[in-house]
């Protein structure tokens, strides 16, 4: 089945550093989305993608989708403790409707 | 209410017994999707509802599991003769259309 592979797995970052994490596919997808998860709760929305080469930010997060439509990646930029969590990014083949393919999830620690 | 709603939040099951798990949607949200969410994984796509008609359940990994949304709102994925493998995260996902999917906070199913 289609999977995404999610890099790096894990990160340990200072306040104040910007952080990247990335995510490819060996499908094409036409909607790219990265998702936050904090314990005990359910993935949320931070920044969708539905249109390749498309730059778009969301307050500090900026998310690109790849021109192949086979990869994305997510910057964080001043990261702040609040920021600590999981990330995932996930590929649609059409927006809403229809299911989402995850990828792995890359775990941010926000060392103060 | 505001958000999709998961009952119960924890449930531990002895292997053999039949679980219930209930996802409450948003108000009007046409689809409705469960995922699997294993120990540090992403979440994985189980079935998919529009209305009440499930018309996707290829991500159910065995006739064990059974979904149903009979009136269109509220839906319940039973799990018969649970197992170990089935220890997991059932996260709930609604949707409006073709708008961002919605997820509730998840049960997290222990079978001892």
């Known amino acids: 089945g289609q999977q995404l592979n999610q890099s790096p797995q894990s990160m340990f970052i200072q306040e104040g550093e910007d952080v990247s994490m990335n995510c490819t596919s060996s499908?094409?997808?036409?909607?790219w989305l990265w998702y936050k998860q904090d314990p005990g709760e359910g993935p949320v929305l931070l920044i969708a993608?539905?249109?390749?080469?498309e730059l778009t930010s969301n307050g500090r997060l900026t998310a690109q989708f790849g021109i192949t439509r086979k990869d994305s990646f997510l910057n964080i930029s001043a990261s702040i403790p609040s920021d600590v969590g999981i990330y995932f990014c996930a590929g649609q083949l059409d927006s809403g409707n229809t299911p989402l393919v995850f990828g792995k999830g890359t775990r941010l620690s926000v060392i103060a | 209410g505001a958000g999709v709603s998961q009952s119960p939040r924890y449930k531990v099951a002895k292997r053999g017994q039949d679980v219930a798990l209930r996802c409450d949607p948003i108000?009007?949200?046409?689809?409705l999707f469960w995922y699997q969410q294993a120990l540090g994984q992403g979440p994985e796509f189980l079935t998919y509802f529009q209305n009440e008609a499930q018309l996707d359940k290829s991500g159910l990994p065995s006739d064990r599991f059974f979904a149903e949304r009979p009136e269109g709102s509220v839906s319940t994925l039973k799990i018969q003769r649970t197992q170990q493998e089935d220890s997991a995260v059932y996260l709930c996902?609604?949707?409006?259309?073709?708008?961002?999917?919605?997820f509730g906070p998840g049960t997290r199913l222990t079978v001892l």
């Open positions: 499908s094409i997808f036409n909607t």
């Open positions: 993608l539905y249109k390749a080469g």
């Open positions: 996902a609604s949707s409006w259309d073709i708008w961002e999917q919605f």
């Open positions: 108000s009007g949200h046409v689809s």
